[in-house]
């Protein structure tokens, strides 16, 4: 909590020297009643999860491993924008601290160097109509020396690409200011826009060719992010146009 300047966000903070997913402990705390803001943080994961079922590294003392929570008034439709806003807050945060230019892989992987540094998974508690909090969970490689080979090829640390050792505690909380911008800019004018414009500056995805993985597989054209986050495409096959929901794509190259 020393030192943040935020109004909410991160106010309250709790630290977990070991514990198996930041995003359960939030979770927990989310259902007892913890208000808007509140940050959980984790030396070392057990048990960290990435997406799509995958395993996510959380090695004690060299990475920030951290949920938010948020009850934000919104249907459950527009909560994946709140994973584009928190991907946007670390790039954003990163290049400030670092200068190393931060990109963003639709949804909400940031890259530096067009390696993976920061991954997001986003947990959320809702009825059909209601969202009763949303969970972020943002994982950043920060002070990693080394990966595994078999990860090396894709992932990378800040440490890595920019030589330098960069204090998790300072970065933990440019990460809360830039969210608090985003979240208060988008609860004033009832928009996601203003962040959207952002996000499509830094999105590495939009122009590119792009895979994508559903019910159906083809290739498209990434077009533009949609104002609920999700990503327009032109399909190869057949010229149409298409909503992909986050998940679904995997993208060539990157
Ligand atoms: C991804 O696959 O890209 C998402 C990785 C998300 C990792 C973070 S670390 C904090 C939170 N706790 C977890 O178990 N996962 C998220």
Redesign the pocket.
């Known amino acids: 909590e020393a030192g943040m300047t935020t109004k909410r966000m991160g106010r309250k903070v709790y630290f977990f020297a070991e514990t ?5 402990r939030a979770r927990e705390l989310a259902l007892e009643g913890a208000p808007e803001g509140t940050l959980v943080v ?1 030396e070392r ?1 057990t ?6 079922g ?1 395993v ?1 590294e ?1 090695p004690v003392g060299v ?5 938010l929570i948020l009850r934000p008034e919104i249907l459950p439709a527009e909560a994946s924008v709140l994973t584009l806003m928190c991907g946007l807050a670390a790039a954003e945060a990163i290049e400030e601290m670092t200068g190393l230019k931060a990109g963003i892989k639709w949804p ?2 940031v890259l530096i160097h067009g390696k ?1 540094t ?4 986003t947990e959320m508690d809702c009825e059909m109509s209601q969202v009763h909090f949303v969970i972020p ?4 490689n920060v002070n990693t020396e080394e990966f595994p080979p078999e990860l090396a090829q894709v992932a990378t640390s800040l440490y890595l690409e920019s030589g330098k050792t960069v204090s998790r505690c300072a970065l933990v909380q440019k990460i809360m200011e830039r969210i608090e911008v985003h979240y208060d800019r988008f609860l004033e004018s009832g928009s996601f826009s203003s962040m959207l414009a952002d996000y499509a500056q830094r999105c590495v995805t939009l122009g590119r060719e792009v895979h994508v993985l559903g019910r159906e597989s083809f290739w498209a054209e990434a077009l533009s992010v949609t104002p609920e986050g999700e990503l327009l495409v032109r399909r190869k096959d057949n010229g149409a146009e298409e909503v992909v929901f986050s998940g679904e794509v995997s993208i060539r190259g990157v």
């Not at 048990?47 to 799509?52: D, L, S, V």
């Not at 920061?118 to 998974?121: A, D, E, N, S, W």
């Open positions: 198996d997913t930041t995003n359960n984790a994961q048990a960290g999860r990435g997406r799509r995958k996510w959380s990475g920030i491993w951290m949920s909400n992987d993976k920061v991954g997001i998974l969970g943002i994982g950043i």
